[in-house]
């Protein structure tokens, strides 16, 4: 099994968002993974009434049956409407859905090769769903979010496990092993 770990490079995560064009669904799928922190299971299940024009959204996730509220960054609602108006979707549309079967979102396989390929196209392997989720924790918690309310977002345990999901243990620990002197 593959460990996934948060993007830690601001350069890394502008070059993913340039791989697939601006309009595109792939584009938004990315984007939207790393602006809200959901689980791709949350993320597919949106259609275009849920999100497009909104402000907020109420998520009820798959995982842990409870219900959020999240409120959507500015550039993200920006990207919906750009998105929304280029593939001319209706209300009930699902905003990623199938090429295969417009009335059912894409599947979770589907979202995986389309972020792994992102990945690949600028050197990040492996990357996945989680990466996304991971990089908006560690790029909250680097920007001054409390580790508190990330872990209330990410509805962990405890400060530990959250630490720990969004790489900030281990950086921390390698920063130990980095710069410990010992006079020789």
Same mark, same amino acid.
């Given at each position: 099994m593959n460990f996934t770990y948060p993007i830690q490079n601001k350069k890394k995560i502008?070059?993913?968002?340039?791989?697939?064009?601006?309009?595109?669904?792939?584009?938004?799928?990315?984007?939207?993974? %790393?602006?809200?922190? $959901? /689980?791709? =299971?949350?993320? *597919?299940?949106? #259609?275009? &009434?849920?999100?497009?024009?909104?402000?907020? @959204?109420?998520?009820?996730?798959?995982?842990?049956?409870?219900?959020?509220?999240?409120? %959507?960054?500015?550039? $993200? /609602?920006? =990207?919906?409407? *750009?998105?929304? #108006?280029? &593939?001319?979707?209706?209300?009930?549309?699902? @905003?990623?859905?199938?090429?295969?079967?417009?009335?059912?979102?894409?599947?979770?396989?589907?979202?995986?090769?389309?972020?792994?390929?992102?990945?690949?196209?600028?050197?990040?392997?492996?990357?996945?769903?989680?990466?996304?989720?991971?990089?908006?924790?560690?790029?909250?918690?680097?920007?001054?979010?409390?580790?508190?309310?990330?872990?209330?977002?990410?509805?962990?345990?405890?400060?530990?496990?959250?630490?720990?999901?969004?790489?900030?243990?281990?950086?921390?620990?390698?920063?130990?092993?980095?710069?410990?002197?010992?006079?020789?």
């Amino acid at each position: 099994m593959n460990f996934t770990y948060p993007i830690q490079n601001k350069k890394k995560i502008k070059e993913l968002m340039e791989v697939y064009p601006l309009e595109s669904k792939n584009r938004l799928l990315l984007e939207f993974g %790393l602006r809200t922190g $959901l /689980r791709i =299971s949350d993320i *597919l299940n949106f #259609k275009v &009434e849920d999100v497009h024009k909104k402000e907020s @959204v109420w998520v009820q996730e798959k995982k842990t049956k409870k219900k959020k509220m999240i409120s %959507l960054h500015p550039k $993200l /609602r920006q =990207s919906i409407r *750009l998105y929304v #108006k280029t &593939e001319k979707l209706k209300p009930d549309d699902y @905003v990623f859905y199938s090429a295969k079967n417009p009335t059912q979102p894409i599947r979770r396989m589907q979202a995986h090769r389309i972020i792994s390929h992102a990945g690949d196209m600028i050197g990040i392997v492996p990357l996945s769903a989680h990466s996304l989720r991971k990089t908006f924790g560690y790029w909250s918690y680097k920007q001054g979010v409390d580790i508190s309310l990330l872990q209330t977002i990410f509805q962990h345990s405890s400060q530990a496990v959250t630490l720990r999901y969004i790489g900030i243990t281990q950086e921390n620990i390698n920063r130990v092993y980095e710069t410990v002197d010992m006079g020789f």
